[in-house]
């Protein structure tokens, strides 16, 4: 006798377990379908299968994920600008720094962190026991010794613990949603299945690792462990999956290393000409380091964490909670959202959306069909007057109710005497009732099966002859529509049935109509779709969902048009990548898709420059969530591996929110982008000044007390302020900021070259004429307009193409209240005594401060004019649109 092969992952037919018959699957597995393996058979096995758990990765140690935070090229500047603020004595901006570097590590920590237990999360939904046949006897046992080939009892409220065969089933089901995105139960059998190419929520006789059996009760075999089931494969999607750097994190990490680089080059130019000038060596050594510490914006990750952190605690009023910050901005950057269907568009509840009776369709039904919608079910009423039972069932008896006939009323004056309770082989569920001296059966169920059981149709006049093609060719209509059509029959009894068998009961029936149920979408969502749309975004559809379910929720909510087409996940699979990426740009819905081609959906579009969301709630869009630029996860009816893979969690599970999201992500990356504006210009001013003066055979502008005094207080206060400028007009109907572009785009560097140019021209204006005219508070003068001028210049860069005096005064409090605070910190070291000899000033007089009060108004006035250029399309043209 040839000896069959052994059970090992080598031999295991992958993902054609469904095309087999029961009997097939038992003999590949070597088990007696009666008394099951035996306990030494199941310890070998273990042994060499290993346990049935989902492996986690090698986790890194705290330690090493904190010190990775350091390694950033950006942070190490800040650490060395930190150490030599120390050695010129400014202990101040030494603290200052290094509490930003630590800061900062703190927060990538933290994120790090949480996202190593996105696969802990997976385990946590893993059944803890499970009830096995081995040695023809019950054991209870822990579901990580499972083997393949284990026979496993399962019934309603059971975790399924492995990927099973089924092998005999009675009214099972199983809620699959987490999985295969599937909204509803899925009533299982043990039939094979044909296609070999099936999705898993095709595959009625197989139950998965993680699921929930939801009604009645299964025999199956394990046929497959731990991280080869379904569930495994999604945890090793998690593992190999890298997350995608932002693109404030990118753009960042460049300014940094270019700008590390370009100020180390001025500050050793300006040093070499002090001393050609023979100045002395050990001042100009401090000037030079001085200018390189107030040069590196080293408030710009502390002014990026802030106002990350203050949107994302604004968020949380409009319902998301981001989880990792800069997730805030990564929305302004988004081209597509690719979303889940169930539960995120849709309600995630079954509704009667269209009906069919008497040769008509509308909502005007028979008695005696809301009668049946009404009775034939198993519905009951909580303590709080809350519907429990089936979805589909609810939905009936919520359209019965709705049409004046509530179910728990008609049931007490027409109690059920017996039922035939639903099979997934028949697909019909039957209730009898006693009316008045005799009984009534309805039945419901699927209409191919139905329909043969039915002589008669009901119509206003009396039964009819009923005609079952024509009957068919509407219930095929409707689900055309994306509807899920069941089909409801009745039948009087004079006396009681002898026999209460479905082929005794169920036969002659009068056929009442068809209901047509869906989950429907979200009221919000179809507003929420249009303004996706004006922001320039394209909403997609990807779920595991029916195709016709699909693209009806997609045509109703404006995701796709009447034209559009479907892919499936069978469609999908047949495509190589290449040929797939030809047309990603244009699909809008995809249906039946596995988890793994959510990932090659998001991929591709990444491959063709798009920057990608992801919403989802299920296990199976976990992969998708880590894989997108950001993963979107919902949070009333998301799983926990989903909220622990996401970016972001949506609190109400209301897609509406993401706009919402969205529009606080421009306005936060706007800010971000003022502030880099902002600091870049006036170090720039700053470096103009001392480079400058020498070719202008003028001494020294500025100490180095003073070039770090006006690093601190006017990047300091002010730029921080910037955090909190409310969004501008129209900035939800400009399009996404290309995630590759520059963050010096749309005139940015123009304006840190001009007026950088001009503030420090205007300084040294200021310290020609007081120097020529043998005043000896030329210095002061200096230091005081450029200083103020810079306050001018963050009023006037709020707006990037509005005018100053166009906007709200009192919009940004916190900035005012900065510049206000400047100013008079500024007059405090001119005109405190103690603070004189400190800071090297000497009291203005009134005629010189009045000049210097003039002169710094300059840079805001030529801002102003700057801005209204651009309103005129003559300056900066591309940016017309993102203008103001």
Same mark, same amino acid.
């Given at each position: 006798?040839?000896?069959?092969?052994?059970?090992?992952?080598?031999?295991?037919?992958?993902?054609?377990?469904?095309?087999?018959?029961?009997?097939?699957?038992?003999?590949?597995?070597?088990?007696?379908?009666?008394?099951?393996?035996?306990?030494? !058979?199941?310890?070998?096995?273990?042994?060499?299968?290993?346990? $049935?758990?989902?492996?986690?990765?090698?986790?890194?140690?705290?330690?090493?994920?904190?010190?990775?935070?350091?390694?950033?090229?950006?942070?190490?500047?800040?650490?060395?600008?930190?150490?030599?603020?120390?050695?010129?004595?400014? &202990?101040?901006?030494?603290?200052?720094?290094?509490?930003?570097?630590?800061?900062? #590590?703190?927060?990538?920590?933290?994120?790090?962190?949480?996202?190593?237990?996105?696969?802990?999360?997976?385990?946590?939904?893993?059944?803890?026991?499970?009830?096995?046949?081995?040695?023809?006897?019950?054991?209870?046992?822990?579901?990580?010794?499972?083997?393949?080939?284990?026979?496993?009892?399962?019934?309603?409220?059971?975790?399924?613990?492995?990927?099973?065969?089924?092998?005999?089933?009675?009214?099972?089901?199983?809620?699959?949603?987490?999985?295969?995105?599937?909204?509803?139960?899925?009533?299982?059998?043990?039939?094979?299945?044909?296609?070999?190419?099936?999705?898993?929520?095709?595959?009625?006789?197989?139950?998965?690792?993680?699921?929930?059996?939801?009604?009645?009760?299964?025999?199956?075999?394990?046929?497959?462990?731990?991280?080869?089931?379904?569930?495994?494969?999604?945890?090793?999607?998690?593992?190999?999956?890298?997350?995608?750097?932002?693109?404030?994190?990118?753009?960042?990490?460049?300014?940094?290393?270019?700008?590390?680089?370009?100020?180390?080059?001025?500050?050793?130019?300006?040093?070499?000409?002090?001393?050609?000038?023979?100045?002395?060596?050990?001042?100009?050594?401090?000037?030079?380091?001085?200018?390189?510490?107030?040069?590196?914006?080293?408030?710009?990750?502390?002014?990026?964490?802030?106002?990350?952190?203050?949107?994302?605690?604004?968020?949380?009023?409009?319902?998301?909670?981001?989880?990792?910050?800069?997730?805030?901005?990564?929305?302004?950057?988004?081209?597509?959202?690719?979303?889940?269907?169930?539960?995120?568009?849709?309600?995630?509840?079954?509704?009667?959306?269209?009906?069919?009776?008497?040769?008509?369709?509308?909502?005007?039904?028979?008695?005696?069909?809301?009668?049946?919608?009404?009775?034939?079910?198993?519905?009951?009423?909580?303590?709080?007057?809350?519907?429990?039972?089936?979805?589909?069932?609810?939905?009936?008896?919520?359209?019965?109710?709705? #049409?004046?006939?509530?179910?728990?009323?008609?049931?007490?004056?027409?109690?059920?005497?017996?039922?035939?309770?639903?099979?997934?082989?028949?697909?019909?569920?039957?209730?009898?009732?006693?009316?008045?001296?005799?009984?009534?059966?309805?039945?419901?169920?699927?209409?191919?099966?139905?329909?043969?059981?039915?002589?008669?149709?009901?119509?206003?006049?009396?039964?009819?002859?009923? !005609?079952?093609?024509?009957?068919?060719?509407?219930?095929?209509?409707?689900?055309?529509?994306?509807?899920?059509?069941?089909?409801?029959?009745?039948?009087?009894?004079?006396?009681?049935?002898?026999?209460?068998?479905?082929?005794?009961?169920?036969?002659?029936?009068?056929?009442?109509?068809?209901?047509?149920?869906?989950?429907?979408?979200?009221?919000?969502?179809?507003?929420?779709?249009?303004?996706?749309?004006?922001?320039?975004?394209?909403?997609?559809?990807?779920?595991?969902?029916?195709?016709?379910?699909?693209?009806?929720?997609?045509?109703?909510?404006?995701?796709?048009?009447?034209?559009?087409?479907?892919?499936?996940?069978?469609?999908?699979?047949?495509?190589?990548?290449?040929?797939?990426?030809?047309?990603?740009?244009?699909?809008?819905?995809?249906?039946?898709?596995?988890?793994?081609?959510?990932?090659?959906?998001?991929?591709?579009?990444?491959?063709?420059?798009?920057?990608?969301?992801?919403?989802?709630?299920?296990? $199976?869009?976990?992969?998708?969530?880590?894989?997108?630029?950001?993963?979107?996860?919902?949070?009333?009816?998301?799983?926990?591996?989903?909220?622990?893979?996401?970016?972001?969690?949506?609190?109400?599970?209301?897609?509406?929110?993401?706009?919402?999201?969205?529009?606080?992500?421009?306005?936060?990356?706007?800010? &971000?982008?003022?502030?880099?504006?902002?600091?870049?210009?006036?170090?720039?001013?700053?470096?103009?000044?001392?480079?400058?003066?020498?070719?202008?055979?003028?001494?020294?502008?500025?100490?180095?007390?003073?070039?770090?005094?006006?690093?601190?207080?006017?990047?300091?206060?002010?730029?921080?302020?910037?955090?909190?400028?409310?969004?501008?007009?129209?900035?939800?109907?400009?399009?996404?900021?290309?995630?590759?572009?520059?963050?010096?785009?749309?005139?940015?560097?123009?304006?840190?070259?001009?007026?950088?140019?001009?503030?420090?021209?205007?300084?040294?204006?200021?310290?020609?004429?007081?120097?020529?005219?043998?005043?000896?508070?030329?210095?002061?003068?200096?230091?005081?307009?450029?200083?103020?001028?810079?306050?001018?210049?963050?009023?006037?860069?709020?707006?990037?193409?509005?005018?100053?005096?166009?906007?709200?005064?009192?919009?940004?409090?916190?900035?005012?209240?900065?510049?206000?605070?400047?100013?008079?910190?500024?007059?405090?070291?001119?005109?405190?005594?103690?603070?004189?000899?400190?800071?090297?000033?000497? #009291?203005?007089?009134?005629?010189?401060? #009045?000049?210097?009060?003039?002169?710094?108004?300059?840079?805001?006035?030529?801002?102003?004019?700057?801005?209204?250029?651009?309103?005129?399309?003559? &300056?900066?043209?591309?940016?017309?649109?993102?203008?103001?």
């Amino acid at each position: 006798m040839k000896r069959k092969p052994p059970v090992t992952r080598k031999t295991h037919p992958p993902a054609h377990w469904h095309l087999l018959e029961p009997w097939q699957t038992t003999a590949w597995l070597r088990v007696d379908p009666q008394t099951g393996l035996s306990q030494r !058979e199941a310890e070998q096995r273990l042994a060499e299968l290993g346990p $049935n758990l989902i492996a986690e990765q090698r986790l890194r140690s705290p330690l090493a994920m904190l010190l990775s935070q350091f390694a950033d090229f950006m942070i190490v500047v800040l650490i060395l600008a930190g150490v030599v603020s120390g050695l010129v004595g400014e &202990i101040a901006d030494t603290v200052t720094i290094m509490v930003i570097v630590v800061l900062n #590590a703190a927060i990538g920590f933290v994120q790090e962190y949480r996202a190593e237990r996105a696969i802990a999360a997976l385990k946590s939904i893993a059944a803890p026991t499970a009830r096995v046949v081995r040695d023809g006897q019950h054991h209870e046992l822990p579901a990580h010794e499972l083997v393949p080939g284990d026979l496993v009892l399962l019934e309603a409220g059971n975790i399924v613990p492995a990927d099973i065969r089924l092998l005999d089933t009675a009214q099972f089901r199983v809620e699959e949603a987490a999985l295969t995105g599937e909204s509803q139960p899925v009533g299982k059998s043990t039939e094979a299945i044909r296609n070999p190419d099936a999705a898993l929520g095709d595959r009625r006789n197989m139950a998965y690792k993680g699921t929930i059996v939801t009604y009645g009760r299964g025999l199956g075999s394990v046929i497959a462990t731990g991280m080869e089931t379904e569930l495994g494969k999604i945890a090793q999607l998690l593992r190999e999956e890298k997350e995608s750097r932002t693109p404030l994190q990118n753009r960042l990490a460049q300014l940094g290393k270019r700008l590390a680089l370009l100020v180390l080059a001025i500050c050793a130019i300006i040093f070499v000409v002090g001393l050609l000038r023979g100045e002395q060596p050990i001042l100009m050594f401090l000037t030079a380091v001085s200018l390189a510490v107030a040069a590196i914006p080293e408030a710009l990750p502390a002014v990026a964490t802030v106002s990350l952190a203050l949107g994302a605690r604004k968020m949380i009023r409009q319902h998301v909670l981001i989880r990792r910050l800069p997730a805030v901005e990564t929305l302004g950057s988004v081209t597509y959202i690719c979303s889940d269907k169930t539960g995120t568009l849709t309600q995630n509840r079954m509704q009667a959306e269209a009906f069919y009776a008497d040769g008509r369709t509308g909502p005007e039904l028979p008695e005696t069909m809301l009668r049946a919608m009404a009775l034939n079910n198993d519905v009951r009423l909580d303590k709080e007057g809350r519907l429990m039972g089936d979805p589909t069932e609810t939905a009936l008896y919520e359209a019965a109710s709705a #049409a004046g006939y509530p179910g728990e009323q008609i049931a007490a004056s027409c109690p059920r005497t017996a039922e035939i309770p639903f099979d997934s082989e028949r697909k019909l569920m039957t209730t009898v009732h006693r009316e008045g001296e005799g009984l009534v059966s309805y039945t419901k169920g699927a209409p191919e099966m139905l329909l043969p059981r039915c002589l008669t149709a009901w119509s206003g006049e009396g039964p009819r002859p009923i !005609e079952i093609e024509d009957l068919h060719e509407i219930a095929e209509r409707m689900a055309a529509d994306g509807l899920r059509v069941l089909a409801l029959a009745f039948r009087e009894w004079p006396e009681p049935p002898a026999d209460l068998h479905p082929e005794t009961v169920e036969t002659g029936l009068c056929f009442l109509g068809f209901v047509g149920l869906m989950d429907p979408p979200r009221p919000e969502a179809a507003e929420a779709v249009a303004l996706c749309k004006t922001a320039g975004i394209k909403p997609v559809m990807i779920t595991g969902d029916h195709p016709a379910t699909a693209r009806t929720i997609a045509r109703r909510l404006g995701i796709a048009d009447e034209d559009d087409s479907v892919l499936t996940g069978e469609e999908l699979a047949r495509l190589s990548l290449a040929e797939f990426e030809k047309q990603v740009e244009e699909i809008r819905v995809y249906a039946r898709v596995a988890p793994e081609q959510k990932i090659k959906i998001v991929r591709a579009l990444q491959d063709k420059g798009e920057f990608v969301a992801m919403t989802g709630d299920g296990v $199976n869009d976990a992969p998708a969530l880590k894989c997108a630029n950001i993963g979107v996860a919902m949070g009333k009816i998301g799983t926990d591996v989903a909220r622990e893979a996401s970016h972001m969690i949506l609190l109400d599970d209301n897609f509406a929110s993401i706009v919402a999201a969205v529009r606080e992500g421009r306005r936060i990356f706007d800010n &971000i982008r003022k502030f880099i504006k902002y600091t870049m210009t006036s170090n720039s001013a700053e470096i103009w000044t001392l480079f400058l003066a020498p070719f202008l055979m003028l001494p020294i502008p500025l100490l180095p007390i003073h070039i770090l005094w006006i690093n601190l207080v006017t990047d300091g206060l002010p730029g921080l302020a910037l955090a909190a400028e409310p969004q501008e007009r129209g900035i939800m109907q400009r399009p996404p900021r290309p995630p590759q572009e520059s963050i010096f785009a749309h005139g940015m560097w123009q304006h840190i070259l001009w007026i950088g140019l001009l503030m420090g021209g205007v300084s040294l204006l200021s310290q020609a004429w007081a120097y020529h005219t043998g005043s000896a508070r030329w210095q002061s003068m200096v230091f005081t307009v450029l200083t103020l001028s810079q306050m001018g210049h963050v009023l006037a860069i709020r707006s990037e193409g509005e005018s100053f005096f166009a906007q709200a005064f009192f919009s940004n409090k916190p900035l005012l209240g900065a510049v206000l605070l400047t100013f008079l910190l500024q007059m405090a070291v001119l005109y405190i005594p103690p603070l004189q000899p400190i800071f090297r000033t000497e #009291a203005l007089e009134p005629h010189e401060l #009045a000049v210097c009060l003039v002169l710094s108004t300059v840079v805001f006035w030529a801002v102003e004019l700057e801005k209204w250029m651009r309103r005129r399309g003559w &300056i900066y043209r591309e940016d017309r649109q993102t203008a103001g």
